[in-house]
């Protein structure tokens, strides 16, 4: 029995890093186009030495390279979710929030302005998938016994510790760190500013980034983490003492405590096994079949 549980999590660990990776690439990859109006189909999408390309030459190119494969996936969502509903399925908001926490720590900086936006998709997204496996697998008996077992074996993975997320400029003197602190308070880039000022060789190139950090990290500055408590999120300190001289902290993001108790965890749990004793991972092909789907590619 143990062993069984071993291979369990050791393949559901592996499934999850790369769903979690494959999120964080896919966000990355789309942050490089952010339209901050309506487009105007009547006006070039892109200019290249005089040579423009419109509205309709670009829709054409994503229909032909991508179309199928966008369209799929949108019905996917309709699929599961119509029939989730039908089956009354749901998932624990808690087990959402777990993994859209994995996967900020993971993912790192993010600008203030996407992060709204990236986490709901995160959210729509790891929701499709857990419904995806529940309706997969709603007919696959479990015993109760197991999950108890799976549980209390790994009930650790399912708690999330208190992070902060925090970049610092630090200099030798008062001085220096009142200059920095005046040049933020007239709109001054922070990583910039850190770049140019700080003595902290090891973030100097990333502009004074440190990354996410527990209360009780060893790798945390003296004093970081009750100073982060006192700021807003996406915002800088006051310069404060340390022992290199002075520093300005800043807080990007605050994710909060995550504890997901059995009863949160018992279907979710129930799942994976389920999954683990088919054998197969899920597909969502066989879900058209139950439902009335008419698409344009296979009329």
């Known amino acids: ?98 993994e859209v926490s994995l996967l900020a720590s993971l993912a790192g900086q993010m600008r203030q302005e996407n992060v709204v936006k990236t986490e709901e998709e995160w959210r729509e997204t790891i929701e499709h998938r857990l419904l995806t496996e529940k309706i997969f697998t709603r007919d696959v008996e479990v015993n109760e016994t197991d999950i108890e077992a799976y549980y209390n074996t790994y009930q650790s993975q399912y708690e999330f510790s208190h992070r902060i997320e925090i970049s610092h400029i630090v200099v030798a003197d008062q001085e220096t760190a009142n200059r920095i602190y005046n040049e933020l308070e007239e709109g001054a880039n922070f990583a910039a500013l850190a770049r140019e000022y700080s003595i902290d060789e090891e973030s100097l190139l990333d502009g004074g980034y440190l990354g996410f950090f527990t209360e009780g990290s060893s790798f945390l500055p003296d004093g970081y983490f009750d100073e982060a408590g006192d700021l807003d999120q996406f915002s800088y300190s006051e310069p404060f003492i340390v022992n290199q001289g002075f520093a300005i902290l800043y807080l990007h993001r605050e994710l909060p405590r995550v504890d997901l108790s059995y009863d949160q965890l018992k279907d979710h749990i129930r799942t994976k096994l389920a999954i683990e004793e088919v054998g197969e991972p899920p597909s969502t092909k066989a879900f058209w079949e139950q439902l009335d789907v008419d698409w344009i590619y296979h009329r």
């Open 1 to 98: 029995m143990r062993k069984k549980i071993l291979i369990i999590i050791l393949v559901l660990i592996g499934t999850n890093i790369l769903t979690l990776l494959l999120l964080i690439r896919s966000n990355r990859d789309s942050s490089y186009y952010t339209p901050s109006e309506e487009i105007d189909v009547r006006q070039p999408v892109a200019v290249i030495n005089e040579e423009e390309v419109y509205y309709n030459e670009w829709m054409n190119y994503l229909e032909t390279h991508f179309g199928e494969e966008a369209l799929t996936q949108m019905v996917d969502r309709h699929v599961v979710s119509q029939l989730a509903d039908q089956y009354d399925l749901t998932v624990d908001p808690g087990v959402i929030e777990l």
